[in-house]
């Protein structure tokens, strides 16, 4: 996510309150613990920021970005993976989607300012919507989440803005852990088919 233009630096600890966890974990205030180890900051854009001093803790429906970036190396495919700071998962990169920003862009820019790398999206592999996350602090959020595709161009990955401790591309036999659902949106945006999910 940004961190220019004044973002504020908020905890997250990347679960919800009865609800499975996000793959957008946001929350404002308050220090959540996070797994040993982890810093447990990462950015909330300001819109949203101004957004919840106007509504409150009501329910927001928001954009999300997932980009399931690979690449060929002697004839073996990688996929690119963050290790997020807040939690320690692996996942794919992803975030939240500016205000009339294009999802397509807002994974491009993801890709660039999680892991340094760039990416071209070639297919939108999966349009989802999250179940509705509430949070620590009260907030509720639910996301349309925008799975897409991409071929790296160049770059190594490594860690950029912070959102992340670490980046690597993976061979696909040698995936690590993931929760379920991250482990889904890898396997959709690895399809070969080409057709968009819409479930």
């Known amino acids: 996510m ?10 997250v600890d990347g679960r919800a309150v009865g609800t499975k966890p996000a793959a957008f974990p946001l929350f404002r205030g308050g220090s959540v613990p ?3 180890g982890y810093a447990g900051r990462v950015a909330t854009p300001d819109f949203i920021l101004d957004l919840r001093a106007k509504v409150g803790h ?27 700071s807040d939690t320690g998962e692996w996942t794919p990169v992803s975030g939240i989607v500016d205000p009339g920003e294009h999802p397509a862009v807002a994974a491009v ?4 300012e999680e892991a340094g ?5 070639e297919h939108l592999a999966w ?30 990955p490594r860690p950029v803005d912070g959102e992340a ?5 993976f ?16 396997r959709i945006g690895l399809s070969d088919d080409r057709v968009t999910r819409l479930h």
């Open 2 to 11: 940004r961190r220019e233009g004044g973002v504020a630096e908020q905890s």
């Open 34 to 36: 996070c797994p040993s």
């Open 171 to 186: 061979t696909l036999g040698a995936l690590p852990p993931m929760r379920p659902d991250q482990a889904e949106r890898v």
């Open 58 to 84: 009501q329910q927001l429906w928001l954009s999300g970005a997932t980009a399931v970036v690979t690449r060929e190396r002697d004839d073996t495919v990688e996929v690119l993976l963050v290790r997020r």
């Open 127 to 156: 349009l989802t919507v999250t179940d509705v996350i509430t949070y620590e602090n009260g907030d509720r959020t639910q996301y349309i989440d925008h799975v897409f595709r991409c071929s790296w161009r160049s770059g190594d």
């Open 109 to 112: 820019r993801e890709v660039a």
């Open 165 to 169: 401790s670490e980046a690597a591309f």
């Open 117 to 121: 790398v760039e990416a071209e999206v």
